[in-house]
């Protein structure tokens, strides 16, 4: 179902050879959020638009999930408003599987959703990350590390000292302990935990470094003898090398903790990045995510008392 | 002025065959801090220990800096106690030039010595900042900015809001707004702040992200036709790419806002890297950057008067 403008949809879709397929529907929009609405602002004042039509399907149960690549504050703010928090859920979280070292995908969150984190609901991110991982890449008591700037028990904020604290008592979660910015790729935990802004930091931090990376590698072989050649040889790799860090199987952020199912995708995703991210969403459909971390939460509250 | 065990030291000097060097001298010590020790606890037992006593000739005016390796928290605990705080600066920070992709130095702190930053903080840490990049590397009016979930005004935290709030209002700053993790290494900015936590996560995790781009260049070579061929082609390439990223011509982040200067090596750092790290004591030392700091202060506060 395609939530937006109907005739630059129809439009679209018939240059990409597929109007007639017989399961395409539309939900006409007049509006649109655009990338630099406030969240507030469109949360109360763009009740028409394509992303607000595409929650509203959601709640109502017409479709199971939405994926969007627009603004990610207004996405986030009216999942929020229309979806409702799961019980036992204070906020939200974005959550994406990252590539790591032994090739095995890593989950991290919260990427940008909660900026502020207290110790709860640090705990509860990692309650919903571990079922991201069990679900929806079948990994058996995924070891979940929180994020700190040491791995001693003495270094942190207090929030994060407390959630360790947490997560240390809880008997439903494989808690590794701390883990630093140089392990989040590694492989040595399969969930990784941190507050919003420190999340979102660290993976556009690591934007950052692929570009200066691929630009030093490409200097480097331009400043090197037969230096034609090996540039030739070397293109395939130092694509390879940038597009590992930002490859299409890895496009699409969660919004989990919500009653139904939000992907967020990359605003710029090529063709591929974006069927992976509807790819994410079926997936969560099909493992009924947020039921699963409503029951998971209910377990832990129960196996603490 | 070499403090440490002496026998050890002198057997080291001797192998290395600058044993006889006429300006070698020694301080004795029994006791040190190993990178186990908790900072509070170095401060309070370790008084005999190799970096107390560089830190006290410092403080005494004996040496006109301390360069050191050991454990960062103790340096930063013991640096703070003994050498105290700059008048107008309420918390140190730990600052380093990090590579950029139009080759300038940029400089990012806060990288750990601060977690908790409130707007103030933050504010004198972009004044610090601004005169290390002037007096260090000789930028002129250098381009601040802090490090943000989002560039618009309305992201982040209301420590960063007020923190921006007070960079606009200081005539004597080039503050040019927020800056994300991705721009970090852009070279968009000449100085970025952010509070200690944020700092260490993004460092270490450009750190992690490099190791995992070598890892899967290394692969993606393997992978290709004319394996060998290209593969020692490349290794020049995929080596000076890693080292790109920890090249030894960064090491040494100082320690600033206190009455004197402390320059911490990597625990692990080369030759070469020690000697940066020691190069960047002595231009320290030469452009008085304590003083300057104090002086950039007190001007920033008569200016807001």
Redesign the interface.
């Known amino acids: 179902m395609f939530c937006g403008d109907q005739p630059l949809l129809s439009r679209m879709l018939t240059e990409a050879g597929v109007a007639a397929h017989p399961r395409i529907r539309f939900v006409h929009s007049d509006d649109q959020v655009s990338m630099?609405d406030?969240?507030s602002l469109a949360l109360r004042t763009k009740r028409d638009s394509s992303m607000r039509h595409a929650l509203d399907l959601v709640e109502q149960g017409t479709v199971q999930a939405c994926v969007s690549a627009g603004n990610t504050?207004a996405l986030i703010a009216m999942a929020h408003y229309v979806l409702k928090m799961l019980n036992g859920v204070e906020r939200p979280a974005l959550v994406s599987a990252l590539?790591?070292?032994n090739g095995k995908p890593v989950y991290m969150l919260d990427l940008?959703a909660t900026?502020?984190c207290d110790a709860d609901t640090l705990f509860q991110f990692a309650v919903m990350g571990a079922v991201m991982a069990e679900e929806v890449i079948g990994i058996r008591a995924p070891r979940v590390a929180l994020?700190n700037?040491?791995e001693?028990e003495?270094?942190?904020?207090d929030q994060i000292k407390r959630a360790s604290q947490l997560l240390q008592e809880c008997r439903d979660l494989n808690y590794i302990g701390y883990i630093?910015?140089?392990?989040?790729?590694?492989g040595k935990a399969d969930v990784i935990v941190?507050d919003?802004?420190?999340g979102?930091?660290?993976?556009?931090?690591?934007?950052?470094?692929?570009?200066?990376?691929l630009?030093?590698?490409q200097q480097?072989?331009k400043q090197?003898p037969?230096a034609a050649?090996?540039s030739w040889?070397?293109k395939?790799?130092?694509k390879?090398?940038y597009q590992?860090?930002n490859p299409d199987q890895y496009n699409g952020a969660s919004l989990i903790g919500l009653r139904g199912i939000v992907v967020k995708s990359h605003g710029n995703a090529t063709k591929d990045a974006f069927l992976s991210a509807i790819r994410q969403a079926v997936c969560e459909v099909q493992r009924q995510v947020p039921a699963k971390i409503k029951d998971r939460l209910e377990q832990v509250l129960i196996d603490k008392a």
Chains 1, 2 share one sequence.
Request: hydrophobic share 45%; with cysteine; aromatic share 4%.
């Open positions: 630099a406030k969240p504050g590539p790591s070292c940008g900026v502020n994020l700037m040491g001693e003495i270094k942190g904020s630093e910015g140089n392990d989040i790729f590694s941190c919003g802004f420190v979102n930091v660290a993976l556009k931090t690591c934007e950052g470094v692929a570009k200066l990376i630009k030093r590698a480097g072989v090197r037969f050649l090996l040889l070397c395939p790799a130092l390879s090398l590992g860090m």
